[in-house]
């Protein structure tokens, strides 16, 4: 997304949706209760299909993880790719030198809807990987299907796992997002590559409109829209239409997307509303311009725009692209008056699949590696990612880093304000109806009222489809 959270891939500037292709609401979940249909049946087949945690049985037959003379190989799929990829396979390779008889295998999956297509048919094939990023939508789908590893007992492990005080220090919210109410609060995945959705805006453009600083309202925002579009003569506000980003907005509108009990979604909530209406207002008065992918970053690298909502994962690229052609920054995302600040936290986890004990361990202690202060401080460095520990920000190292980038540090500075999205069974297909219903808004073929309402009773029934199918 400019890369989003969901970025498919290490973006340029922009973001790439986290979906491919756009399926319609109707499609989308009728491709899911299929897919869960066939998987089911898959399963029932397999004797054993959900063995406690630990067990060592596989739903699927997994083959991720190998051994061969004396070494245990452990396929991981992933999404990255460019200069991120390089980093990836540096610290994988770094890592097998340090362990000679473990070997883990990097492997490039493409998009995130690649990937999760891939894992679906890896589920068939009995085919799985050891271990694979994945977003919260993703990991509840697999362990509706049996084949997730949970952790909680790797974590607590007197060995391999971590000390009540170093767990603390992950930030809370990394934490949660990785626990799954549907399935009695387990922990099924670990933080692995985090962002947030931030505001990046044009402060030279900004200051030729006579607004002379980033608006932190939505009220001032197309307000110095409004402004600078006159200035411009063109809209200065490009938008990518992005489910994590519209859940964002709902929650600087000081709603939820998801109730806390049970699986009824607030799309006809008003805060969901005036987001829709937002939309549709700054459409229509051409303050806001619909774009996709990696235009996003291109128009405003090229000062042909003056903002844009997106993944801070896009900060590294959006430097690069721009260099010292304008003064820029990024900030949190505006809110609504009385709202205090907020924004959604992109980024997706890693989760292992069921192997056998030796296997899982193996694949836990490779994440555990990953997530340790000094190598997710590496990975932020590299990859213009968030590390995943409050301790790695306090090495002498990221110290520097941050002093030498302050667009670094401020996107760092987002994170307090950072909360998830819901992690339920069929939330991926509620997203497809959401991006759905926000591109009808923008477009002006539905009513925003109307469109949340029909929104919120698509998004129920998903909701109860796929609970009746896990």
């Known amino acids: 997304m400019t890369p989003s959270p969901r970025s498919c891939q290490a973006p340029p500037a922009s973001r790439v949706p986290r979906h491919a292709s756009r399926l319609t609401a109707h499609a989308s979940r009728l491709l899911a209760l299929m897919a869960a249909a066939a998987l089911a049946a898959v399963l029932a087949g397999c004797p054993g299909a959900q063995p406690p945690?630990?067990?060592?049985?596989?739903?699927?037959?997994?083959?991720?993880?190998?051994?061969?003379?004396g070494k245990t190989a452990l396929q991981f799929w992933h999404t990255r790719r460019g200069a991120q990829e390089k980093t990836l396979q540096a610290l994988c390779e770094e890592y097998n030198r340090a362990n000679p008889t473990i070997e883990v295998q990097p492997s490039y999956q493409?998009?995130?809807?690649?990937?999760?297509?891939?894992?679906?048919?890896?589920?068939?094939?009995?085919?799985?990987?050891?271990?694979?990023?994945?977003?919260?939508?993703?990991?509840?789908?697999?362990?509706?299907?049996?084949?997730?590893?949970?952790?909680?007992?790797?974590?607590?492990?007197?060995?391999?796992?971590?000390?009540?005080?170093e767990?603390?220090?992950?930030?809370?919210?990394?934490?949660?997002?990785?626990?799954?109410?549907?399935?009695?609060?387990?922990?099924?995945?670990?933080?692995?590559?985090?962002?947030?959705?931030?505001?990046?805006?044009?402060?030279?453009?900004?200051?030729?409109?006579?607004?002379?600083?980033?608006?932190?309202?939505?009220?001032?925002?197309?307000?110095?829209?409004?402004?600078?579009?006159?200035?411009?003569?063109?809209p200065a506000w490009v938008f990518d239409v992005d489910p994590s980003t519209l859940d964002g907005m709902v929650y600087s509108f000081g709603g939820e997307v998801l109730a806390p009990v049970g699986t009824a979604?607030?799309?006809?909530q008003p805060p969901a509303v005036k987001?829709?209406?937002?939309?549709?207002?700054?459409?229509?008065?051409?303050?806001?311009?619909?774009?996709?992918?990696?235009?996003?970053?291109?128009?405003?690298?090229?000062?042909?725009?003056?903002?844009?909502?997106?993944?801070?994962s896009a900060r590294?690229?959006?430097?690069?692209?721009?260099?010292?052609?304008?003064?820029?920054?990024?900030?949190?995302?505006?809110?609504?008056?009385?709202v205090k600040p907020v924004t959604v936290m992109y980024g997706p986890n890693v989760c292992l699949f069921r192997s056998t004990p030796e296997q899982e361990r193996e694949a836990w202690k490779f994440v555990k590696h990953f997530v340790s202060p000094e190598v997710t401080a590496r990975w932020a460095r590299e990859t213009g990612y968030l590390p995943v520990r409050k301790s790695a920000v306090k090495l002498p190292?990221?110290?520097?880093?941050?002093?030498?980038?302050?667009?670094?540090?401020?996107?760092?500075?987002?994170?307090?304000?950072?909360?998830?999205?819901?992690?339920?069974?069929?939330?991926?297909?509620?997203?497809?109806?959401?991006?759905?219903?926000?591109?009808?808004?923008?477009?002006?073929?539905?009513?925003?009222?109307?469109?949340?309402?029909?929104?919120?009773?698509?998004?129920?029934?998903?909701?109860?489809?796929?609970k009746q199918a896990e």
């Open 316 to 338: 590294a690229a959006t430097e690069e692209l721009v260099k010292d052609q304008f003064d820029w920054d990024l900030t949190m995302i505006p809110h609504a008056e009385g």
């Open 167 to 234: 767990l603390a220090d992950f930030p809370e919210q990394y934490l949660a997002s990785n626990r799954f109410r549907q399935f009695e609060n387990k922990l099924l995945s670990f933080p692995f590559t985090k962002s947030n959705l931030v505001f990046y805006f044009n402060r030279d453009l900004l200051k030729k409109a006579g607004v002379q600083n980033p608006p932190e309202t939505w009220t001032g925002f197309e307000q110095a829209a409004t402004a600078v579009t006159r200035q411009l003569g063109k």
């Open 275 to 312: 987001m829709l209406e937002l939309l549709q207002r700054s459409a229509k008065s051409k303050i806001l311009a619909e774009v996709a992918g990696d235009d996003v970053g291109a128009l405003f690298a090229g000062q042909n725009a003056a903002f844009y909502l997106g993944s801070s």
């Open 53 to 69: 945690a630990g067990s060592g049985g596989s739903a699927t037959g997994n083959t991720g993880g190998s051994s061969s003379g």
């Open 397 to 466: 190292e990221m110290e520097a880093f941050y002093k030498q980038n302050p667009r670094a540090w401020h996107v760092y500075e987002t994170l307090q304000y950072a909360k998830g999205e819901p992690n339920v069974v069929g939330w991926q297909e509620v997203r497809n109806e959401l991006e759905e219903a926000a591109r009808k808004v923008i477009g002006g073929s539905a009513a925003p009222a109307a469109a949340a309402t029909q929104l919120k009773q698509q998004a129920d029934q998903t909701l109860a489809q796929s």
């Open 265 to 268: 979604t607030l799309f006809d």
């Open 110 to 165: 493409g998009s995130y809807n690649d990937l999760n297509k891939k894992v679906r048919a890896a589920i068939q094939g009995k085919s799985l990987p050891a271990l694979t990023v994945a977003y919260e939508s993703h990991v509840s789908e697999y362990m509706a299907n049996g084949v997730v590893r949970p952790l909680d007992d790797l974590v607590e492990d007197s060995e391999i796992g971590f000390p009540k005080e």
